[in-house]
């Protein structure tokens, strides 16, 4: 198996501008966690689906950022417009529910916003 | 909410026995995670203890779960630089997958 593919691995843009994360969980996997993790404040986890569902999105900083799973083996996080606090690295997991609950994570994505 | 703590670094001589230790607030965790995050990768998952289980050992990983004390570790043997890394303790409360990550401790491993 690919293990949780993200893209881009970096991303470098100015503030303002949209940024877009692309997440591809394991196989029939069934949840999507996407965390994001800065010096500052550790490991965060923004918004978690189940079924293709948002369950908790009580992580999401502020309207600016968004989240879709449109199918179950594809995941976006949106941030429009972006601002220089948003820099830090963006990791999605994916776990299949009924298991061991084990969260298994990409590689991350490493934004800076300048 | 839930709490996980950690300390945030440990340093050990190459060869030593290392200990990580972490403390939880939730009672009713399902399961414990220990992962190693290494510079510029995401996290692994070492492994895992149910919890209703005191210990378990995988090579040269024991994991000790205290319940009453709500007292997690990760013990591992004969420390190698390979293993300088950040370690996270997990908990999953049996609510759709959802995690408590704490803040990790920095382990240094000294030639």
């Known amino acids: 198996d690919a293990g949780v593919i993200q893209s881009p691995r970096h991303e470098v843009t100015e503030m303002g501008q949209e940024v877009t994360l692309r997440c591809k969980p394991i196989?029939?996997?069934?949840?999507l966690f996407w965390y994001r993790q800065t010096m500052m404040r550790g490991l965060e986890l923004l918004i978690y689906?189940?079924?293709?569902?948002?369950?908790?999105d009580s992580g999401m900083p502020e309207d600016r950022f968004s989240a879709k799973m449109p199918n179950a083996s594809f995941s976006t996080l949106k941030i429009q417009p972006s601002e220089p606090r948003d820099s830090a690295v963006y990791f999605c997991?994916?776990?299949?529910?009924?298991?061991?609950?084990?969260?298994?994570f990409g590689p991350g994505t490493r934004l800076t916003v300048l | 909410g839930e709490d996980v703590e950690q300390s945030l670094f440990l340093s050990v001589r190459e060869g030593d026995s290392s200990v990580i230790n972490c403390t939880y607030t939730?009672?009713?965790?399902?399961?414990l995670y220990w992962y190693k995050q290494e510079p510029g990768a995401g996290l692994q998952l070492l492994t895992y203890?149910?919890?209703?289980?005191d210990m378990k050992q995988d090579q040269r990983l024991t994991v000790l779960l205290n319940k009453k004390d709500k007292h997690l570790s990760l013990r591992i043997a004969d420390t190698q630089t390979g293993d300088s890394a950040i370690y996270f303790c997990?908990?999953?409360?049996?609510?759709?997958?959802?995690?408590?990550f704490g803040s990790g401790t920095k382990l240094n491993v000294k030639p």
């Open positions: 997991a994916s776990a299949l529910a009924g298991d061991t609950d084990t969260q298994y």
């Open positions: 196989s029939g996997h069934n949840s």
């Open positions: 689906f189940n079924n293709n569902v948002p369950i908790d």
């Open positions: 939730d009672s009713s965790s399902t399961y």
């Open positions: 203890i149910f919890s209703n289980m």
């Open positions: 997990a908990e999953s409360i049996n609510n759709f997958n959802k995690f408590y």
